[in-house]
């Protein structure tokens, strides 16, 4: 098990805890293990009991737990108070802003151990009587517990990807199967799928399901006539079957978004093609990449012969929002800089956070100029690789930025994020957002809705008028590679390239592994049909220099 999911372990064990009126001692030392373990950069898991009490931070106790942990993947006193907590309330613990002392006066005094109940209380009004709450409160568990319903059963493309091929290159060793591939969403590069859908060409069908039930690939199997359905490694797959000569007409009908197909004469393609490519030149269209079968605007730009080149993995030449170790990152700016040579960059950007933002070690004015020493001998140290000075900086409530312009004149480039007070209505986030962007130290305009996909619904903006703003002061706009997020979303990347905004891929890596999420920003950015032309992290590390002594007029 990871550190990651060490400390997650000991998150529950405190919660609930507290739920269930532990000791408060006990619970303490567990939040703080979490804390510890979850930002420690020594694997735990093959280390012995005293290796394990070797480390700073982790007693005798917390070793033995780690040390069961990695035995069993999980301990005695969690699975007891597991055992204990109904599955209702586990769910309970889910919802944002309401945490354990809250959850146990709804289970002890409302006698609620379900979530459905929950919200249907809500509308009666009945949390926003008990004591510790409000309307506000209950509003806030309404809203939370719609998107966690809305949410079920859906996962982010990055955990599914590499499941999904390793799937397929199984299904090619079965001998009846001719050809397969992905389809539908995931083939589409959706941010967020449903399930890993595929198409097989088989000779024989029958016997190529009877494989499938027998190969122990699935769980919960449910084969029907149509097609087989089951769920590989905890994931639901679709897998749908063809004659071999139909599966390019199957793979493209089963790949696109219905509002594509809406969008061609259907009835002209040439249904025995040997291939994609061909299909859309039986109809006098060029090839449309499958990311961009979404009906958006795709179609009209493919008759009008102006698809745009995608930008390739190869175009990036950096990155440009990173944390260090000097706020919450994992990793040195040299191990970051390094570890981003190595992926063939020829730059790497430093953004950690600024002040406000307190629960990450953001960064004082000392601490800025002191960092800054280090890039510049870093920089001095190897001529061939650049650190860029950058700062995540906070927007503040007020619309201010987190430092004053003469500290921010200071960056190469600034990154304006919103951090703190998400519960906003639209008039407060457009007037809190516009106010940064109008800022002339502001480069890029980071996350711009605060979004967590499958966790957080972002705060309502237009974005039609923030990417104007954008435009009119000339910043740029962060599609945050994370797989949490993904914001800007694709669907305003054509808007974004209308007005002429530089759009910047980044990866906000907090840790060496974290810089390997560019390639979800690159899926998500050709998904929008955004060209190398328009990405700032494109440019070379001189024109990228030019761009900000332009942007800021800061001497680089």
Not at 253 to 259: V, Y
Not at 535 to 546: D, G, I, S, V
């Amino acid at each position: 098990m990871t550190n990651s999911d060490i400390a997650d372990l000991f998150k529950i064990f405190a919660d609930l805890s507290e739920l269930h009126g532990g000791n408060p001692f006990k619970i303490k030392q567990f939040t703080n293990a979490f804390f510890r373990i979850d930002k420690m950069l020594t694997p735990l898991e093959n280390l012995s009991i005293p290796e394990l009490e070797k480390i700073e931070g982790i007693g005798k106790g917390i070793a033995a737990k780690i040390d069961e942990i990695n035995k069993t993947e999980s301990f005695e006193e969690l699975n007891e108070i597991l055992a204990n907590t109904p599955e209702g309330i586990l769910m309970m613990m889910k919802i944002k802003g309401i945490g354990p002392k809250k959850i146990a006066i709804i289970w002890k005094e409302l006698e609620i151990e379900e979530i459905g109940e929950l919200l249907y209380a809500c509308k009666e009004n009945r949390l926003a009587q008990a004591k510790g709450f409000g309307l506000k409160t209950q509003q806030s568990v309404i809203n939370q517990i719609e998107f966690m319903y809305a949410s079920a059963n859906k996962f982010h493309y990055a955990k599914v990807e590499q499941k999904a091929f390793d799937l397929v290159e199984k299904l090619q060793s079965i001998n009846t199967i001719q050809k397969v591939s992905l389809c539908g969403a995931i083939r589409r590069k959706m941010e967020v799928i449903d399930a890993i859908e595929i198409l097989v060409a088989s000779n024989d069908i029958n016997e190529t399901k009877n494989t499938l039930i027998d190969s122990n690939l699935f769980t919960e199997i449910d084969n029907n006539n149509i097609e087989f359905k089951g769920k590989y490694e905890q994931i639901p797959v679709e897998i749908s079957f063809c004659e071999n000569e139909n599966f390019s007409w199957q793979l493209f009908e089963k790949t696109a978004n219905e509002k594509h197909l809406a969008l061609l004469d259907l009835n002209a393609i040439n249904q025995q093609s040997n291939s994609e490519e061909e299909i859309y030149k039986s109809i006098q269209l060029p090839y449309i990449f499958p990311e961009m079968r979404e009906g958006a605007n795709e179609v009209t730009l493919a008759k009008q012969n102006k698809l745009p080149t995608l930008i390739e993995y190869s175009d990036l030449k950096g990155a440009l929002h990173n944390h260090s170790t000097w706020s919450d990152g994992l990793n040195s700016i040299a191990e970051m800089a390094k570890a981003c040579e190595k992926l063939g960059y020829n730059y790497f950007g430093i953004a950690d956070h600024s002040k406000a933002a307190f629960y990450a070690k953001g960064l004082s004015e000392e601490q800025i100029i002191n960092q800054h020493t280090e890039i510049d001998k870093l920089n001095k140290s190897n001529p061939n690789f650049t650190v860029f000075k950058g700062i995540e900086c906070d927007i503040l409530y007020n619309g201010q930025m987190d430092y004053a312009n003469d500290v921010l004149a200071s960056f190469d480039y600034v990154v304006a994020s919103v951090h703190s007070i998400l519960k906003m209505n639209e008039e407060k986030a457009m007037s809190r957002l516009i106010s940064a962007i109008e800022n002339s130290y502001t480069t890029i305009l980071g996350h711009p809705t605060g979004r967590l996909l499958l966790l957080r619904e972002g705060y309502p903006i237009n974005h039609k008028k923030i990417i104007d703003a954008c435009a009119a002061n000339k910043v740029a706009i962060e599609i945050n590679a994370n797989p949490y997020r993904l914001d800007l979303d694709w669907r305003y990347i054509d808007y974004a390239l209308s007005k002429g905004i530089m759009l910047c891929i980044n990866p906000d890596a907090h840790n060496i592994d974290g810089l390997k999420d560019m390639y979800y920003g690159l899926q998500i950015a050709r998904k929008g049909g955004l060209t190398k032309e328009s990405c700032l992290n494109a440019f070379t590390t001189e024109e990228l220099k030019k761009y900000f002594k332009q942007k800021n007029n800061v001497s680089i």
